[in-house]
C-alpha cells in the first residue's frame, strides 16, 4: 500500500493528477517549455489581478504581458492577516496552512491551494527519486525539530508514522544522545538521512571520533539529504566520508516549494516546472545567467495567494550552462540579511566571516558547533561549544586572519558555552547580525 500518496488523497491534496501533471511537463521539449513556461507566467498573474483584491491593489499599474513591469514583493508584504491575501474562492478551510520557520526574522502564515500543495510533494518525491528514495517505502532517519507542546507533538509523531520515518532530537547534541542515534542506526534499515546540516554535521564528527563508518553498522543506507543551512565542502567530505554514502543539498522554501536540488552529477537543478527562478541585480533588473544577485521566486501553480516576483532574501547565481527548462543553481552564497557591515563601510558576507573563522577554530578538534554574532560595527562574538577553552594561540590565529581577509580594528570575543541556542524548528544560524535591531 502507498501509505504516503493515500494520506495526502485522503486530506483532499490530488498527488496522483499532480505526479501526472509533473510528468506532462517534464515530457515538453525545450521549445514546447518555453511556451509552457511564457503561458504559466501570464496566466497565474492574470489570475491573481481578476481573484485577489490584496494583488489587484499591489500590482494595479502593471501590464501583465510585459514581465519586468510587475513589481517584486517581499516577506514584509505579506505579514498581515491571512484572510486579506487569499484570492476569491478560498478560505481557511479550503486551503493547506502552515508558518515560515523564521530563520530569516520575518516569519509570517501563507496558504496554497490544495492541488498546488499535491505539487509540491510531486516534485519532492521526483527529486528524492533520483537517488533510489521512494516516500512510500524507503525509510527516514529524520535530523529535524519537533513542537513541544502536546498537539504539535503527537501531530507530528503521526506525521512521522505514516512517512515512515524516525525523528532524531536535534536540539540535544550531547554524546550521550549522538550514541542513542548510533544505536538506532544499528537496530534500524534506514534508507536515508535527511534534515539540517548542523545536526548531522555533528553526527558525522561523532562517528568521526570513534572511527566508525554509519554504512557499516546500517548496510541499507543509500544517500543523506541535507538542507535549510549552509553545506560547506569539507563537511560534505567530512559527512559521506563517516557515512559512507553520497550527501545531497537540497534547496526549498516552505511558502514556495522545493527550489534546487542536487543531482547524482552534483548538479543543483532548480524546479522549473512549477516555479520561475530570476536572479535580479538591486535595482530590479534582470541578471544573465553566471552573475550574481537576488533570488526572486515566481510560484506558477498557487492560486490562493499570489508569490509573484517574491524575493526570498537569498543571494544566489544561475550558471552559464542553464537552460528555460533546466537552469543550474551555481552557487548560494547566503540571506541578503546576513550581511557584514564594517566600519569602514566595507560589506562581506556573513558567511565569508563564519567561514574564515571555520576554518582555524575547528582544526583545534575540542570545538564542536560554533556561530558568528556582530553586535556592533565592531565587535563581533563567537559563541563556541567544546569541553575547553579556546587556545589563546587559536584566539590569536583567528583575529590575524579576520584582519587579513575583513580590516583592522575589529574587537572579537569569545564565549564558552554548553550548548548552542537554536531556532524552534530546530535549525542553527551561523552567522547573525544585530544592527539593524538597534534603536
Request: charged share 25%; proline share 3%; aromatic share 12%.
Amino acid at each position: 500500500m502507498k501509505l504516503f500518496d493515500l494520506s495526502l488523497q485522503l486530506k483532499g491534496f490530488p498527488i496522483k493528477k499532480a505526479i501526472r501533471e509533473l510528468k506532462a511537463i517534464q515530457n515538453k521539449n525545450e521549445s514546447e517549455f518555453n511556451t509552457y513556461l511564457e503561458t504559466s507566467k501570464q496566466n497565474i498573474v492574470t489570475y491573481h489581478l481578476k481573484h485577489n483584491p490584496f494583488y489587484k491593489k499591489f500590482a494595479k499599474h502593471i501590464d501583465p504581458t510585459d514581465w519586468n513591469s510587475i513589481p517584486v514583493m517581499n516577506k514584509a508584504h505579506l505579514q498581515q492577516p491571512l484572510n486579506s491575501l487569499l484570492s476569491k474562492g478560498f478560505t481557511k478551510s479550503n486551503v493547506y496552512i502552515d508558518k515560515t520557520s523564521g530563520a530569516s526574522g520575518q516569519p509570517f502564515i501563507f496558504s496554497k491551494d490544495k492541488f498546488c500543495h499535491a505539487l509540491t510533494w510531486s516534485v519532492i518525491q521526483n527529486r528524492f527519486g533520483w537517488h533510489g528514495i521512494d516516500f512510500n517505502t524507503s525509510k527516514q532517519a529524520r535530523f529535524y525539530g519537533i513542537p513541544l507542546d502536546k498537539k504539535g507533538y503527537y501531530s507530528q509523531k503521526l506525521k512521522d508514522f505514516v512517512g515512515n520515518r524516525i525523528r532524531f532530537n536535534v536540539f540535544d547534541l550531547s554524546d550521550k544522545a549522538l550514541e542513542t542515534w548510533l544505536e538506532a542506526f544499528k537496530n534500524n534499515a534506514f534508507d536515508y538521512l535527511n534534515g539540517y546540516t548542523s545536526a548531522i554535521l555533528q553526527f558525522a564528527k561523532f562517528l568521526e571520533n570513534k572511527n566508525i563508518t554509519l554504512k557499516t553498522v546500517c548496510p541499507t543506507l543509500k544517500v543523506c539529504i541535507v538542507t535549510s543551512e549552509m553545506l560547506f565542502n569539507e563537511d560534505k567530505q567530512l559527512i559521506e566520508n563517516q557515512f559512507g554514502v553520497p550527501v545531497v543539498n537540497e534547496y526549498g522554501a516552505s511558502e514556495l516549494d522545493l527550489i534546487a536540488f542536487e543531482n547524482t552529477k552534483n548538479k543543483w537543478v532548480v524546479n522549473s516546472e512549477t516555479l520561475f527562478v530570476e536572479i535580479l541585480d538591486d535595482d530590479d533588473n534582470p541578471l544573465p545567467y553566471g552573475q550574481e544577485g537576488r533570488l526572486i521566486i515566481s510560484s506558477l501553480y498557487n492560486k490562493s495567494q499570489p508569490f509573484i516576483r517574491y524575493d526570498i532574501g537569498d543571494i544566489g547565481m544561475l550558471s552559464k550552462m542553464s537552460t528555460s527548462k533546466k537552469p543550474i543553481l551555481k552557487n548560494l552564497t547566503g540571506r541578503t540579511n546576513d550581511v557584514v557591515i564594517l566600519p569602514s563601510g566595507k560589506k562581506v558576507s556573513g558567511l565569508s566571516f563564519y567561514y574564515i573563522t571555520k576554518s582555524i577554530i575547528e582544526a583545534d578538534g575540542n570545538v564542536k558547533e560554533f556561530v558568528v554574532q556582530q553586535l556592533e560595527l565592531n565587535i563581533f562574538k563567537i559563541l563556541y561549544v567544546s569541553d575547553e577553552n579556546l587556545p589563546e594561540e587559536k584566539i590569536k590565529k583567528i583575529k590575524t586572519e579576520i584582519e587579513t581577509y575583513l580590516e583592522k580594528g575589529l574587537d572579537v570575543y569569545f564565549e564558552k558555552q554548553d550548548k548552542l541556542i537554536r531556532s524552534k524548528s530546530g535549525k542553527l544560524k551561523q552567522f547573525s547580525s544585530y544592527l539593524n535591531q538597534k534603536t
